[in-house]
């Protein structure tokens, strides 16, 4: 199991805001997941998504791509890279999404 | 009308750039400092809407992608026009790290709903069923620091000439050295992507760290982005060393508009 899949599964899991989480390569093959979604699918969107972000913000100047987060009516999503994988994390919509990143940030920086 | 909204949305501290983009990656409407020339906001769209099309496969009702960065970030929001032949148009925002989160959802909220206005608005189905790349009139200022939190900015308007063609991107740089040392950037980040540039040593990696944050001072951001480009152009294939400092001094000045900030810039090196 990669450090970020037993992250995943230790820590970030057990917030309670949490519903699903998808762990993959950078490539997006589909590493760790939990919850109801389908990992695979989403998992590769994920990576596609951070890696296009990750040329935005290169070209910009603004350094690498810490985390992206995605927000709709129905679904949260927050996509962090960590070392060689990404993380996409599903929360609650009705919860504070300012509150679960700074917790989420001081997890993926232990 | 666009221009309007947009400018409205740079009184938020922190706000470098606006877009409108179209679902092909065109640009409708730009605010910006004249240190993101069209050319950069033109690639910076595509990769945008290519995130955003990857997004709308697993999130279709998407709101704001808000995207952080370690010197800044990008918020993507979904203009969505409501009419049925309507082409997804989004607002992107760059700003850098002094922007306030909560007061720039705010702004864009206010900004989003005035540009889905004009969006529906029957003057504006020309502009967005139809709009090829065109060279804008563009308005350019050098950077300046913002004052009160208000910076200047230039304005893009499509001007109804004829087309150019779609911009290459670069290709891939190459980035090992032959010390095996690379030079990333000021901040160790979790990053997805590095495009560092080579060095011998570490006095010649915290060279570059002082060259950019010396320059930061006059254009922003973007002063990383322009010393791997003057070290890339005086090092071709080599590794960057200490001698070349002098060369990439002199490859960085002409970025510098005033004559007091190229020597607060130099003063600052000569302590590097």
Known sequence: ????????????????????????DRAGTLLESTGDVDGETVGAVHAVSAEALGRTGEALGLGGLQRA??????????????????????????KSLGAFEKKLEGVLRQ | MFERILLGLHEVEGVQATIVIDGAGKILASQAHAVYDLPLLQQVSRTIVSAVDSVQLVQEDWELVTATYSDGKVLIRNLRP??????AVVLAVIADSR??????????RVAASKLKAELDSPSASGMVAAIPNQPPSVSTSAYSPPVNGRSPTGSTRLAPSSATPPLPIPPPRPELAASGLSWSGLSKSLNVSTSGVSVVDDAASRYLTACTKALSASVGPMAKVFVKEAVRRVCTDR????????????ELLPHIGSASDREDFNRALRSA
Do not use: H, W
């Open chain 1, 1 to 24: 199991m990669t450090s970020l899949s037993k992250l995943a599964k230790a820590q970030i899991t057990r917030f309670p805001e949490v519903v699903a989480t998808v762990v993959t």
């Open chain 1, 69 to 94: 987060s995605v927000s709709g009516p129905k679904k949260v999503c927050i996509i962090a890279t960590y070392d060689e994988e990404i993380v996409g994390i599903y929360v609650d919509p009705t």
């Open chain 2, 82 to 87: 409501s009419r049925p032949q309507g082409r």
């Open chain 2, 99 to 108: 922007l306030n989160t909560p007061f720039a959802g705010v702004a864009i």
């Open chain 2, 239 to 250: 590794p960057f060393s200490r001698e070349d400092a002098a060369a990439l001094v002199a």
